[in-house]
Structure formats: C-alpha cells, structure tokens
C-alpha cells in the first residue's frame, strides 16, 4: 500500500511569498493519479491539480504542480491571503485512494 | 452545477451503525463516467477514504473499514448511501460524500466535487 508523507508539517510564510510544498511516497507512483487539494477551515477539501501539474477548473497560475516517481512538489508562486488553508496531497492506485497526512500553511 | 449534500443522524450510539445519505443534484448519478465515494475526517486529523460505488452497484472499500462497510446507491432517487456498522469513537469525523471520475475521464483519479460534510459523533 502507497503511504504518502507530506512536509513539513506546518509551514509559516507571509503573503506574497513563495510556498514550496513536498510530498514523498512510499514507492514510485503514477503523476497521472496523483493530485493536490486545499482545505480551508469548516470546509470541504478543494481540488488544485491533478495529473501532478495540471490545475484543476477556475484555480489560479499562482499554484503549479511538478514531480515524478516518489517526489512531487506544490508551489505557489505568491501567496494571497485566502491561500493560508491545510493542503493534501492524494494518490489513486490499484482501486485505492490514498491521502498524505497535509500540510498546515500559515500566516 | 453539481451539488451533494450529506444527511443522517449526527449522533450515533457506540456499537451501533453509523447510516448516511447523499443526495446528487445537477447531474446524474446513473452517469459512465463517475464513481462516487465517501471520505472521512476526525475532527483535526486528516482525510481517510472509505470506499466508492459505481452506479451499477460496484464497491470498492479501504480495507481498513470494509468488514464494517457498506455503499449502496439508488438511482431512482439520485442518492448513494454509507452504513458504518459496529461504531466507536474512533469513527467520530465529518463524513464527506464526492465524486470521482472514473477511467480516462479528466481529473480521473481524483475528488473533483465534495459535499459539504456531515459531522458524526459517536456517543452514549
């Protein structure tokens, strides 16, 4: 089973800078199954990308996705101050769907 | 525009079953292209996968739930439902339903539309 470890655990940047978000998995894993959400507080997670680069409908170029194998990165490029939420990243494999633990991005 | 929406009881007695509906609005659960899932969230922890279903009836269940376990769907009312038997605080969580696109459908593999959560609380 695919176990994905996302760091660092919490993040603490100011708006306008630049975001770098890691996420490792366990073995080597498909990019076309390997997707990154957003949750915001007492909300439902949001999907940012998915095939590990591709923005998903109506999110802004700020955010990208690179990564390949077992190292996948989010980036936002400058951060506004609705992006300080916990990010996810998640896999989907063999009929199985798989989260990292997140990543608490903060002011 | 695509909606869900949870609903069921928010509190649930240890060692009972744990019974939630979602409802889809804006578009057809019966559709080729989608599976639809339930996911789970203890209250500051994060999101655990609990299992999908395909409108012909097809499960497919995180093995670490599925002896306990059951999706159905009813496409007669555009609803899918979760039952959750032997429960104890540990299944305490916000309960999201979503969608997820199935095959070669873009963003396949993925939540793509979530409902808003349905909290969930085991206790006597």
């Known amino acids: 089973e695919i176990v994905l470890t996302q760091s660092p655990g919490t993040l603490s940047l100011s708006p306008g800078e630049r975001a770098t978000l890691s996420c490792a998995a366990s073995q080597s894993v498909s990019s076309t199954y390997l997707a990154w959400y957003h949750q915001k507080p007492g909300q439902a997670p949001r999907l940012l990308i998915y095939?590990?680069?591709s923005r998903a409908t109506g999110i802004p170029d700020r955010f990208s996705g690179s990564g390949s194998g077992t190292d996948f990165t989010l980036t936002i490029s400058r951060l506004e101050p609705e992006d300080f939420a916990v990010y996810y990243c998640q896999h989907y494999g063999g009929s199985v769907y798989t989260f990292g633990q997140g990543t608490k991005l903060e002011i | 525009q695509l909606q869900l929406q949870e609903s069921g009881p928010g509190l649930v007695k240890p060692s009972e079953t744990l019974s939630l509906t979602c409802t889809v609005s804006?578009?057809?659960?019966?559709?080729?292209?989608?599976?639809w899932g339930w996911i789970r969230q203890p209250p500051g922890k994060g999101l655990e996968w609990i299992g999908n279903i395909y409108f012909s009836g097809s499960t497919y269940y995180n093995s670490s739930l599925r002896s306990r376990v059951t999706i159905s769907v009813d496409t007669s009312k555009n609803q899918f439902s979760l039952k959750l038997s032997s429960v104890t605080a540990a299944d305490t969580a916000v309960y999201y339903c979503?969608?997820?696109?199935?095959?070669?459908?873009?963003?396949?593999?993925?939540?793509?539309?979530w409902g808003q959560g349905a909290l969930v609380t085991v206790s006597s």
């Open positions: 979503a969608r997820l696109p199935r095959g070669s459908v873009v963003p396949a593999g993925t939540f793509d539309y």
């Open positions: 804006g578009g057809s659960i019966s559709s080729s292209s989608y599976y």
């Open positions: 095939g590990a680069s």
